[in-house]
């Protein structure tokens, strides 16, 4: 299994869409941000925005226990 995270921290709005069929939805430049900061990782790779990454980890914090885990802040 090969994943790829990025993280943003932020204001966003979350809220069900729809009447029959209900769907949930998070949008904001938050989202949007982590979006295009997951985008820009390599696979088994977590990208943290500058404004979330000393809020939520210490500097180099081992985040995956794999062969080649990286945290880039």
């Known amino acids: 299994m090969t994943i790829r995270i990025g993280l943003a921290s932020g204001p966003a ?3 069900l869409l729809g009447l029959s069929n209900l769907h949930f ?3 904001g430049q938050t989202i949007n941000t ?3 900061t997951m985008s820009a990782a390599q ?3 977590c990208l943290v925005g500058h404004d979330c990454g000393f809020l939520s980890f210490p500097p180099r914090f081992d985040l995956f226990r794999s062969a080649s885990p990286q945290l880039i802040i």
Request: no cysteine; charged share 10%; aromatic share 0%.
């Open 34 to 36: 982590a979006a295009r």
């Open 13 to 15: 709005v979350g809220g």
């Open 43 to 45: 696979m088994m790779q």
């Open 25 to 27: 939805s998070l949008v």
